[in-house]
C-alpha cells in the first residue's frame, strides 16, 4: 500500500484564507484612499499656498508702488522748496549787496558835509554864527549816521538770516539725498522677481534695523524741515522788503535837501524843454510841410508842361484841318471834339496856374513861419541854458545829487552833462 508524504508546515484553514484575501483587499482600498484625499489636500494646498504666494507679491509690489510714489512726491517738495530756498538765497545775498553798496556810497555825503563844515569854521568876526545853513549841514550830518546805522543794523540782520538759511538747506539737502537713496533701494526692490540673477535667503530679514523710525516720524520729519525752511524764506521776504525800504527812506531823506531847493528851478526848466519839444516838433512838421509842398509845385510845374505840349498838339491839329481842299472843309466830329479839347486844357492850365500860385504863397508863408519858428527855439534854447546855470550855481549850497560818485568834479560833470544838449541845439539852429 502506497502512503503519500505530506510537507511538514503550518495548516490554515479555509476561513482563514478567505479572511487573509477579505483584509488584503479592504487594506488595498483604504491606503487609496487615503492616498487620495492626501493627493487633494496636497492639491489645495499647492492652490491656496500659490494664490496667496501671488497676491502677497502682488500686495507688496503694490505699497512699493505706492511708497515708491510718496517717497517721490516728498522729493518734488523738497525739490521746489529747495530751488524757492536757492533764489531767496540769492535775492537776499544780492539785497545784502546792495545795502553794503549803499552804506559804503554814504561816506561820501558824509565827507562833503564834514569838508563844508570845516570850510565854514573858517569864518571870521561876525560872520561866525549858527546859521540855517550850519544847522541843516548838522541835521545832514546826523541823518547820514542815523542812515548808517539803520543801513548796518538790515546788513547784521541779513547775515544772521543768511546763515539761517544755509542751515536750511543743509537738513533739506540731506533729507534730499535720503529720499533719493530710497527711491533708488525700492525701485530697485520693485524690479526684483523670482528669476532675477541677485536674489538669495539672508539671515534674519525680518529684523528691525536699530534706528529705525515709525511712518509718523518720517513724514514729520520732512513736514518740519519744509515747514522750517518756508518760514525762514518768509521771514528772508520780510527782511528783503524792509532793507529795500530802509534804502529808500535813506536815500530820500539825502535827497530831501538838494530837492526842495532846485524844484522850483526844475519845474520851470521842464516847462520850458516842454514848450521847447513842441516847437522842435512844430519846425519838424513845418518842414516836412514845405518838402511836400515844394514837390507838389514841381508836380504842377510837370503837368503844366505836359498840358502846354497837350495844347499845342490841339492847336497844331486844328489849324492843320484848316486846309482840307473845298467841300472837304466839314465841320465833323474830330473838329467838335479837337475844339472842347483845346477849350478844356485851357481851363485846365488856368486852374494848375491858379492853384501853383495858391501853393507858391502857401510856401512863402511857411518859409516866413519857420523863421519865426526857428527865432522862438533860440530864444527858448538860451532861456533854459540860464536857468541851467541857475541851476548850477544854486548847486554850490548843498550837495549835489552826483555826490554819490567818487572821485569825480560833481559840478563840472553835471553842468557838462545839462549844458552839452543846449549847446548842441544852438549849434544847430546855427
Not at 527711491?183 to 535667503?201: F, Q, T, Y
Not at 516847437?279 to 504842377?300: F, G, V
Not at 497837350?310 to 492843320?320: A, D, I, N, P, W
Amino acid at each position: 500500500m502506497t502512503t503519500v508524504s505530506v510537507k511538514p508546515s503550518q495548516r490554515f484553514q479555509l476561513a482563514d484564507w478567505y479572511t487573509n484575501s477579505y483584509l488584503l483587499s479592504t487594506n488595498a482600498e483604504r491606503q487609496r484612499d487615503a492616498s487620495h484625499q492626501i493627493r487633494q489636500e496636497a492639491r489645495v494646498l499647492r492652490n491656496e499656498t500659490n494664490n496667496q504666494t501671488i497676491w502677497d507679491e502682488h500686495d507688496n509690489r503694490t505699497r512699493l508702488t505706492e511708497r515708491i510714489d510718496t517717497v517721490n512726491q516728498w522729493k518734488e517738495m523738497l525739490d521746489k522748496c529747495l530751488t524757492d530756498l536757492d533764489a531767496e538765497i540769492d535775492a537776499l545775498t544780492q539785497m545784502k549787496e546792495s545795502a553794503e553798496q549803499n552804506l559804503q556810497a554814504k561816506n561820501l555825503p558824509l565827507d562833503v558835509a564834514i569838508e563844508c563844515l570845516t570850510l565854514r569854521d573858517s569864518r571870521r568876526d561876525i560872520d561866525v554864527v549858527n546859521d540855517t545853513v550850519e544847522d541843516e549841514l548838522h541835521k545832514e550830518v546826523e541823518v547820514i549816521d542815523a542812515t548808517k546805522k539803520a543801513l548796518q543794523q538790515k546788513i547784521d540782520q541779513a547775515f544772521e538770516q543768511l546763515c539761517l538759511l544755509q542751515e536750511v538747506r543743509q537738513q533739506l539737502n540731506s533729507d534730499h539725498r535720503g529720499k533719493m537713496e530710497t527711491l533708488e533701494i525700492d525701485r530697485g526692490c520693485l524690479s526684483l522677481n523670482v528669476n532675477s540673477p541677485n536674489i538669495s535667503l539672508k539671515v534674519n530679514p525680518t529684523r528691525v534695523p536699530n534706528g529705525s523710525s515709525t511712518l509718523q516720524q518720517w513724514d514729520d520729519f520732512s513736514q518740519f524741515n519744509k515747514n522750517r525752511a518756508e518760514a525762514e524764506m518768509k521771514v528772508a521776504t520780510e527782511l528783503r522788503e524792509a532793507i529795500a525800504l530802509t534804502i529808500a527812506e535813506t536815500n530820500n531823506e539825502l535827497e530831501a535837501q538838494r530837492v526842495a531847493t532846485e524844484f522850483a528851478f526844475r519845474k520851470q526848466l521842464w516847462e520850458k524843454e516842454k514848450v521847447y519839444s513842441e516847437l522842435r516838433w512844430q519846425e519838424k512838421n513845418t518842414l516836412e510841410e514845405i518838402a511836400e509842398l515844394q514837390k507838389d509845385i514841381r508836380h504842377l510845374e510837370e503837368d503844366l508842361q505836359r498840358k502846354f505840349l497837350s495844347l499845342k498838339l490841339s492847336h497844331t491839329r486844328l489849324e492843320s484841318r484848316t486846309y482840307r481842299p473845298n467841300v472837304e472843309l466839314c465841320r465833323d466830329q474830330a473838329q467838335y471834339g479837337l475844339t472842347d479839347e483845346v477849350h478844356q486844357l485851357e481851363a485846365t492850365i488856368t486852374a494848375l496856374k491858379q492853384k501853383m500860385a495858391q501853393a507858391q504863397d502857401a510856401l512863402d508863408a511857411l518859409y516866413k513861419h519857420l523863421a519865426r519858428l526857428q527865432a522862438d527855439i533860440a530864444c527858448k534854447a538860451n532861456f533854459m541854458l540860464l536857468d541851467t546855470k541857475c541851476m548850477d550855481t544854486r548847486r554850490k549850497l548843498t550837495v549835489p545829487a552826483e555826490k554819490f560818485v567818487p572821485e569825480v568834479d560833481t559840478f563840472t560833470r553835471t553842468t557838462n552833462r545839462t549844458l552839452s544838449p543846449l549847446k548842441s541845439r544852438q549849434l544847430e539852429l546855427a
